[in-house]
């Protein structure tokens, strides 16, 4: 991945996606906001008690470093599922009721999601020009969010899986996912290769590989070529919030992309 600043603003761009004409994208950390502890600083996420004003001030920030409009940005409220909204230039600065897989070819939209430990997948097709954005925590991971978002935009747009160019963002890795017995068993039935994305501890406990788990099934969906972070956001909590690590007192950092 490649590292920008704008000011005190630090984000994230996928080497695959960074040079692709008419496209632009942003995966962003924690750092270059006004929102104080335990938000600290560059929080979007509306609903996790920060201050109204703050938020809407760190969107302020992302869409300066982007060259977006705040009312560019189409976004959801994520619940864990596979649900999926199909983005017009209309639907500029709606929120999607219960949505965590985004779609658009509609030129001049950003989409946006926020993320702290889930795994932001960000996909585009260059030769129909389109994109995708999802949100896979181990339950939308394990009902096929990846898969589906894939599915998505071939019936909308016509993609084929072998042209898009797949990023799975930071997330909370392998190194500090630990799950229960139920999610283990899950996890067996849902992903084709389990035993490469559920890792047993000598302690008899369960980590799942979230970034391997995506991988996975976006390759089973035909995808060509994938890219991965690789930033646990666990570990990393000096650049990316951490519902786990915090014990839940945290923020959301944003990742956005969209057509010029």
């Not at 430990?117 to 394990?142: E, K, M, Q, S």
């Not at 899986?161 to 039935?189: F, K, M, R």
Request: with cysteine.
């Amino acid at each position: 991945m490649l590292k920008y600043r704008d000011t005190d603003l630090l984000y994230y761009c996928f080497e695959a996606l960074d040079d692709q004409p008419g496209l632009f994208h942003g995966i962003f950390t924690r750092l270059g906001g006004v929102s104080a502890a335990p938000w600290a600083t560059l929080n979007v996420g509306h609903t996790v008690g920060d201050a109204t004003e703050a938020v809407e001030e760190n969107h302020r920030r992302i869409c300066r470093a982007l060259g977006i409009s705040r009312q560019d940005i189409a976004s959801g409220y994520q619940v864990h599922g596979t649900r999926v909204a199909h983005v017009s230039y209309q639907d500029r600065g709606r929120v999607y009721p219960q949505t965590d897989i985004l779609i658009t070819a509609a030129p001049g939209v950003a989409l946006m999601q926020r993320y702290a430990d889930c795994l932001p997948i960000v996909l585009y097709d260059p030769v129909h020009h389109a994109i995708g954005l999802a949100h896979a925590g181990w339950r939308g991971t394990l009902a096929g969010v990846a898969r589906k978002a894939v599915e998505a935009m071939q019936t909308a747009f016509g993609s084929h899986p072998s042209d898009l160019i797949a990023g799975l963002g930071p997330g909370i890795g392998p190194c500090c996912y630990q799950v229960g017995p139920e999610v283990a068993a899950a996890a067996q039935a849902a992903i084709p290769g389990w035993p490469s994305v559920l890792l047993s501890r000598r302690d008899g406990s369960w980590h799942l590989d979230l970034w391997e788990a995506n991988r996975r099934l976006l390759t089973q969906a035909g995808v060509g070529r994938i890219e991965i972070a690789g930033l646990c956001t666990a570990c990393r909590t000096d650049e990316f919030y951490s519902h786990r690590a915090e014990q839940g007192r945290t923020g959301r950092f944003g990742v956005v992309i969209g057509l010029r």
